[in-house]
Structure formats: structure tokens, C-alpha cells
Nanobody, 119 residues
Framework: QVQLVESGGGLVQAGGSLRLSCAAS????????MSWYRQAPGKQREFVAT???????NYADSVKGRFTIARDGTKNTVHLQMSSLQREDTGTYYC?????????????WGQGTQVTVSS
């Protein structure tokens, strides 16, 4: 079982930056993508960014040009660099690792890290 631990959240003023990290424990077979999602109070969890093991990235329109997802070399660690933060970026950020083994998809989630952007 894959265990994910996020870190790096906190309180930041609008216009500031934060770097989130997500570290996975153990050996991960069939890893296909690493992603970040977020959930604001009273709202559904939404997609933020993804990085496939092939190196392709995709971002939500709301964060394009401001957020960057990157893997820490060959380690099972993924970062989300967030710049020009806005109040709308406030929420709990969750890391997701997706694996595909024998055509079956497995999703693992971290416990979340809180990001609060103040005006």
C-alpha cells in the first residue's frame, strides 16, 4: 500500500508563494501519474495539476502560469510550486498517486495540507 505525506502548507499573503511536497513511502509499482487536487470549504475537491511518468503535465485553467508541478528526480516525491497566490487558492491540497497494474487503476491519497491565502 502506498502512503503519501504532504507538507509545505501554511498561511501566505496574496501574491506570495508556497511550495508543497508529497513524499511516497515504499516501492511503487506501476506508477503512471502524480497529481495535486484541492478542496475549498463547502466545495468539491477539484483537480489542480498532474505529471505523468512520461513527463507530461496538465494544469487547471485557474492555476496555469502560476503553479508548477515537478518530480524530485527519480524519487517518489512530487512538488507543487505555487506563485502569485490568490485568495481563491485557499483550501486543503491533496496529493494523488495513480498506479496501473494489470489494467487496474489504483489511486492513493495523502491526508492533505492546508493552504490559506490572506488578502
Amino acid at each position: 500500500q502506498v502512503q503519501l505525506v504532504e507538507s509545505g502548507g501554511g498561511l501566505v499573503q496574496a501574491g506570495g508563494s508556497l511550495r508543497l511536497s508529497c513524499a511516497a513511502s515504499g516501492i511503487i509499482f506501476g506508477l503512471s501519474a502524480m497529481s495535486w487536487y484541492r478542496q475549498a470549504p463547502g466545495k468539491q475537491r477539484e483537480f489542480v495539476a498532474t505529471l505523468t511518468t512520461g513527463g507530461n503535465t496538465n494544469y487547471a485553467d485557474s492555476v496555469k502560469g502560476r503553479f508548477t508541478i515537478a518530480r524530485d528526480g527519480t524519487k517518489n516525491t512530487v512538488h507543487l510550486q505555487m506563485s502569485s497566490l490568490q485568495r481563491e487558492d485557499t483550501g486543503t491540497y491533496y496529493c494523488n498517486f495513480r498506479r496501473m497494474v494489470s489494467a487496474i487503476t489504483y489511486d492513493s491519497w495523502g491526508q492533505g495540507t492546508q493552504v490559506t491565502v490572506s488578502s
